[in-house]
């Protein structure tokens, strides 16, 4: 049995927690991400799904490190929010592919010159594809577009049918300003296999 079935199978990825909240990442995909933070130093980061509010705190407390001045903000978006608020962060409630949502979080993020995107709702694949559509044009040339949990349907919950990684597929081709990085895997322990996107160009 490898690194990731022992990890999945044994429910480690249910306990996983940042300063007391469940954020449900490997520690690999965390340490990624706080890589890629550092490294291109995001002022806003929209994170579609918040369930206990881990994953969130950790991304915001990671971009306030690189970025001194505090002009900075992790936005949350997921039908069902934490009752305690998360600091640093702005949560909004609803569907992330409403019209109602999509366009509170346009508004809330045009301030910032440095936008990255994190998919981790619904894992549908015709929502995330829709989740695609929306929010991936919010993203600023150099930032990262991570769709989670790509590893549905292949090395994880098999019966599942067609989800994030069926959309990235179907949507990645028609959009060569973004490539995949490889490298934010090498650890060999990912949720979010071939998930890493960076975006190296504008669209066509």
């Given at each position: 049995m490898g690194a990731f079935d022992e990890w999945h199978k044994g429910g480690s990825w249910m306990t996983t927690k940042y300063r007391?909240?469940?954020?449900?990442?490997s520690p690999c995909d965390l340490w990624s991400i706080q890589e890629i933070i550092h490294e291109t130093k995001p002022q806003c980061i929209v994170y579609t799904g918040i369930a206990d509010g881990g994953s969130l705190l950790f991304v915001s407390d990671e971009m306030r490190m690189v970025n001194h001045d505090g002009n900075c903000i992790a936005i949350g978006v997921d039908k069902v929010i934490p009752?305690?608020?998360?600091?640093?962060?702005?949560?909004?409630?609803?569907?992330s592919v409403s019209d109602e949502v999509y366009m509170q979080i346009l508004d809330?993020?045009?301030p910032y010159e440095r936008v990255m995107l994190i998919l981790d709702s619904d894992h549908k694949k015709g929502h995330v594809r829709?989740?695609?559509e929306l929010y991936a044009p919010l993203v600023t040339v150099g930032q990262y577009l991570i769709v989670e949990d790509t590893c549905i349907g292949h090395t994880a919950c098999?019966?599942?049918?067609?989800?994030?990684?069926?959309a990235l597929q179907d949507w990645l081709p028609g959009h060569p300003e973004f490539k995949v990085d490889n490298t934010?895997?090498?650890w060999g322990l990912t949720q979010h296999p071939g998930g890493y996107l960076k975006k190296v160009g504008h669209a066509n």
């Open positions: 007391g909240k469940f954020c449900q990442q009752a305690e608020p998360v600091n640093g962060t702005l949560m909004l409630k609803g569907d809330w993020t045009k829709h989740e695609l098999m019966d599942f049918g067609p989800g994030p990684n069926e934010r895997t090498r």
